[in-house]
Structure formats: C-alpha cells, structure tokens
T-cell receptor, first 117, second 116 residues
Framework: GAVVSQHPSRVICKSGTSVKIECRSL??????MFWYRQFPKQSLMLMAT?????????EQGVEKDKFLINHASLTLSTLTVTSAHPEDSSFYIC?????????????FGDGTRLSIL | AQTVTQSQPEMSVQEAETVTLSCTYD???????LFWYKQPPSRQMILVIR??????QNATENRFSVNFQKAAKSFSLKISDSQLGDAAMYFC?????????????FGEGTQLTVNP
C-alpha cells in the first residue's frame, strides 16, 4: 500500500529556532501534498497545498513567511516553521496524493508533534 | 464552499454492539468523494472507508459500512461488532471530484469510546 513517511515525529526546541519537517512518499509519486495543523481534540486544519515545482497555495490566515513550504521533487515536501514561538506548538500532519488518477485517496504521514519552549 | 458537519462530538458503544456515526455535508457539486478516517491516540490518520458519489451502492469494508443518502447529503458510518481497537476519533471528509488534486474538507470529528 501507499506509504508516507513524515520526519521527525517529535521536536522540542527553544523559541526562535527554525524547524524543518519532511514529508516523503515512499512508493509512489505525489504531485500534490498537503500540510495540516491539528490542535488537541480538534479537526485537521489545512494550512497549505504543495505542488511539485511550483509555489505552495496557502489558506487564508496562514503566514507564508512563517511556514515555508518546498516541494522540490515528486516524493518530498518540506515545511519549515521559521523563528518558532510557543504559539506554534501543535501537531502537524502531511498527506500526499498520487499523481495518477483523480479518485485516489490522500495518504497521511504519522505527524510531527512540535513543542516550542 | 463545501462544508462537512459531524453533530456528535462523542459517542460510546459496548463491545460487540453496533454504533452509527453521523455526517452531513453541503455541496453544489455532483461529482465528489466521501471518506471516513479514524485517528487513534497515536494520531495516525487511517482511511476506514470511501464512497464515490456516482455509486448508489453503499460501500462496505468488513465491519464498517456506510449509509450514503445523496439527496439528503448524509453519509453515516456503521461499525458492527465493535472492538476495543475501534476506539478513536472519527472524521468524515469530502473531496471534490471536479477539480484535480483537490483538498479534503473534514468534519469536526466524533470521539468514539468502546466499553468492555
């Protein structure tokens, strides 16, 4: 089956640090990847849509300079939280969509728990 | 814009019993897909079942089945013979079939507890 690897699974760092999260599709090509943020006991909130070889599309209210997204290949997208602050602490999840077929489901990574001290 | 509503923040069921989780959605599109995802405490997102809107037959995956009522825009999930491992947050999700690579729109989620 389709596998998406997200790394790291847990990050604890000091305020002001930039943190990079990787999302890889291991056995399929993903033209489109999605980045979500999830607060405890809440639903997934889409932050941005990442398309290979082009700029990401950010949802309203998401700062693109704060959350940098790069999708340089068909198997890798990265989310960098720049100058992270305690309010950026959250659970971040990526998902990937197979390039072939419009009826393919999204495949999710296992998420990254980010804690900013 | 499409919206997905799950009106049951919490549900509970006895082990081996059946439970139904509700989901309604709003869309003006005719071509779309509906999904149920399970998120256990590990927070992995696990696809439980999917339904293509053009299919009249309700999707079934082992103990999981859906009741898809297109006219009513309802998409409920039935879990039969509930097991302790079914305890999780369940999210209903919508995806357009008219736009390539389109996003998922999630409901608020239903926290399911399975009592032994």
């Amino acid at each position: 089956g389709a596998v998406v690897s997200q790394h790291p699974s847990r990050v604890i760092c000091k305020s002001g640090t930039s943190v990079k999260i990787e999302c890889r599709s291991l056995d399929f090509q993903a033209t489109t990847m999605f980045w979500y943020r999830q607060f405890p006991k809440q639903s997934l909130m889409l932050m941005a849509t990442s398309n290979e070889g082009s700029k990401a599309t950010y949802e309203q209210g998401v700062e693109k300079d704060k959350f940098l997204i790069n999708h340089a290949s068909l198997t890798l997208s990265t989310l960098t939280v720049t100058s992270a602050h305690p309010e950026d602490s959250s659970f971040y999840i990526c998902s990937a969509l197979r390039s072939a077929g419009n009826n393919q489901p999204q495949h999710f990574g296992d998420g990254t728990r980010l804690s900013i001290l | 814009a499409q919206t997905v509503t799950q009106s049951q923040p919490e549900m509970s069921v006895q082990e081996a019993e059946t439970v139904t989780l509700s989901c309604t959605y709003d869309t003006s599109e005719s071509d779309y897909y509906l999904f149920w995802y399970k998120q256990p405490p590990s927070r992995q997102m696990i696809l439980v079942i999917r339904q293509e809107a053009y299919k009249q037959q309700n999707a079934t995956e082992n103990r999981f089945s859906v009741n898809f009522q297109k006219a009513a825009k309802s998409f409920s999930l039935k879990i039969s013979d509930s097991q302790l491992g079914d305890a999780a947050m369940y999210f209903c999700a919508y995806r357009s079939g008219e736009t390539s690579g389109s996003r998922l729109t999630f409901g608020e989620g239903t926290q399911l507890t399975v009592n032994p």
